[in-house]
């Protein structure tokens, strides 16, 4: 009766349905890095945010895999027409063309315009799995510096936070990064920035200026740019190795084959509003059509048709089904007891 039991409980459908969510990670940590500034950016939308003059409410942000460094605007709202639009202004006229922009998988980012403007300048488009923020982990502790620090300068004036978000950005991109070790100003620029500071606490930079050291000094921080940025590429790595060990400490391993029936956690966009709390936890059951690499994986339904996008390992588990004649006598004899 034991054995029937917990055979019951693994395959009943209801329950599998029902069952707890997974929250331990599904693959190791995956590094991303970028051999050298302006490579790789990574893109995302906050919003809505509290209405600002103009009634602004979102907030489109790249961020430099490499130098970590921020460029962000407010908008009314963030169509693929704001977000070519960005993208020229702000990368292309001044960093140069980017090899790689990642992001997820809003329309605005996925959009045949937005597509075809980044196929036509040579820009890879690498969009995360849905509903799995860290694939995008750039671009995600880019936003959330952003959000902390305009939490802090604004009090009670939330309104104003796109007056204040140019301040803010400055403050970080001066501000040593954790990472590299520098600022993101130093590795864009070749030198250090005079910041505000200097002039009201004079410093012998600001004090002692000549213009003949001035010159002999800039052009030996030029000749050091290249030591400073193999420097902050090793802490870099140094670095990402130390975040990856802690990460993988409570890692799960699920991997799935192609062929696999597995259940995909229920969201709220995809459940009954009417069930409430009684609703399914996992929703399917679906067949692992293809692997696409790092955890991820395409789905499709009983019926062939292939979902959309692609999936990952911290979404999904295995479904398990009844799978001989023994097995349904033996659950039938249960459910009688």
Do not use: K, W
């Given at each position: 009766m034991k054995k029937d039991a917990m055979l019951y409980s693994q395959k009943c459908d209801a329950c599998q349905r029902h069952a707890n969510i997974l929250h331990q990670p599904a693959e190791p940590l995956y590094h991303v890095s970028s051999l050298w500034p302006f490579m790789k950016w990574g893109m995302d939308i906050v919003g809505k945010l509290p209405k600002a003059p103009g009634g602004k409410v979102f907030m489109l942000a790249m961020t430099d895999y490499f130098s970590k460094w921020i460029e962000a605007e407010a908008f009314v709202q963030v169509r693929e027409k704001e977000v070519i639009s960005f993208i020229k202004r702000n990368i292309l006229t001044?960093?140069?063309?980017?090899?790689?922009?990642?992001?997820?998988?809003?329309?605005?980012?996925i959009g045949k315009r937005t597509t075809s403007f980044c196929e036509s300048w040579g820009i890879k488009m690498i969009t995360s799995t849905p509903v799995h923020p860290q694939a995008n982990g750039q671009a995600e502790s880019s936003n959330k510096i952003i959000i902390n620090n305009l939490k802090k300068g604004l009090g009670e004036k939330k309104g104003k936070w796109a007056e204040e978000l140019r301040f803010v950005l400055w403050a970080d991109r001066t501000t040593p990064n954790s990472a590299t070790g520098q600022t993101p100003f130093s590795l864009v620029f070749g030198t250090e920035v005079v910041i505000p500071t200097e002039v009201v606490v004079p410093t012998a930079r600001t004090t002692m200026q000549d213009p003949l050291i001035n010159k002999e000094s800039l052009i030996q921080d030029l000749d050091t740019v290249d030591e400073l940025m193999d420097i902050a590429r090793?802490?870099?790595?140094?670095y990402q190795q130390k975040v990856a060990k802690s990460y993988n400490k409570n890692i799960r391993i699920r991997r799935f084959q192609v062929g696999d029936l597995v259940l995909r956690k229920a969201f709220q966009n995809t459940t009954n509003p009417t069930d409430g709390k009684l609703a399914p936890k996992w929703e399917g059951p679906y067949l692992i059509d293809s692997e696409t690499g790092k955890g991820a994986y395409r789905l499709s339904t009983m019926d062939g048709e292939?979902?959309?996008r692609s999936w990952n390992a911290i979404h999904l588990k295995k479904y398990f089904v009844?799978?001989?004649?023994?097995?349904?006598?033996?659950?039938?004899?249960?459910?009688l007891r």
């Open positions: 001044r960093f140069g063309i980017p090899a790689e922009i990642v992001c997820d998988n809003g329309s605005q980012f090793i802490r870099m790595a140094a292939l979902l959309p009844i799978t001989s004649s023994n097995e349904a006598y033996g659950l039938a004899r249960l459910i």
